[in-house]
């Protein structure tokens, strides 16, 4: 069975720029979360989607915005790009049950922005 | 709100030695709660979960953990490492319903030592 895959795996940006990650879940599974793993500041949550709607969001600016598609594969886009959204990026996909909902994740987008 | 407090940063350890790896945790209402390790340049990988039950939940590689909820704490214990198991751990809680995101400790470096 095939484990969460996001893409591309390196993305260099310069500032002021927009970024496009994308993130495909394990098959069956309707939910997709986003982190941040940025040096110093540890693992930080960003989105969570189920069923194609966006259910909650981590304490970040609005130019971090995603969306998940009917297939339930996602991609997180971060506009206005600056040195500070340096960082590696992890999805991870799950069931989606009511209950604790096992989280698997996939190996992450590097962004580096210049 | 939940938060996770992963009391030692680096953890330097002689091969065959056993480790424990201290979590301690807040929250407000019942949480489920994780072990992630997570190798250089990977993603995060599931090591055990306490979700209900039993308070000594055994994962993979060999690892175990004990939840404690007078003391809020889920400490991750290995009786003898190798050194395979250098890597970044991280104990993580999430709730239910629109809380299911996962929150996390700031890890801890275990290094084990020839």
């Known amino acids: 069975e095939a484990g969460v895959t996001q893409s591309p795996t390196h993305l260099i940006k310069t500032r002021g720029q927009q970024a496009t990650l994308r993130c495909s879940p394990i098959?069956?599974?309707?939910?997709v979360y986003w982190y941040q793993q940025a040096l110093g500041l540890g693992l930080q949550f960003l989105l969570w989607?189920?069923?194609?709607?966006?259910?909650n969001r981590g304490n970040f600016p609005p130019r971090f915005s995603g969306r998940q598609f009917p297939n339930y594969s996602s991609e997180l886009n971060v506009n206005a790009l600056e040195l500070e959204d340096s960082a590696l990026y992890l999805c991870?996909?799950?069931?989606?049950?009511?209950?604790?909902?096992?989280?698997?994740f996939g190996p992450g987008t590097r962004l580096t922005v210049l | 709100a939940q938060s996770v407090t992963q009391l030692d940063s680096q953890v330097p350890v002689f091969e065959e030695a056993p480790v424990e790896l201290r979590c301690n945790y807040s929250?407000?209402?019942?949480?489920?709660l994780f072990w992630y390790v997570q190798y250089p340049n990977q993603g995060l990988q599931l090591l055990l979960k306490?979700?209900?039950?039993?308070?000594l939940v055994k994962g993979i590689n060999g690892f175990e953990a004990e939840f404690n909820k007078s003391q809020t704490s889920f400490h991750l214990r290995k009786p003898s490492v190798h050194i395979s198991d250098t890597a970044e751990y991280f104990c993580?809680?999430?709730?239910?319903?629109?809380?299911?995101?996962?929150?996390f400790g700031s890890g801890t470096q275990l290094t084990v030592l020839p």
């Open positions: 306490y979700l209900s039950g039993s308070t």
């Open positions: 098959s069956g599974h309707t939910s």
């Open positions: 993580a809680v999430s709730g239910s319903g629109s809380a299911r995101q996962l929150t």
């Open positions: 989607y189920d069923e194609g709607e966006e259910r």
């Open positions: 991870a996909s799950s069931l989606g049950q009511a209950g604790a909902d096992e989280q698997f």
């Open positions: 929250s407000s209402v019942s949480v489920y």
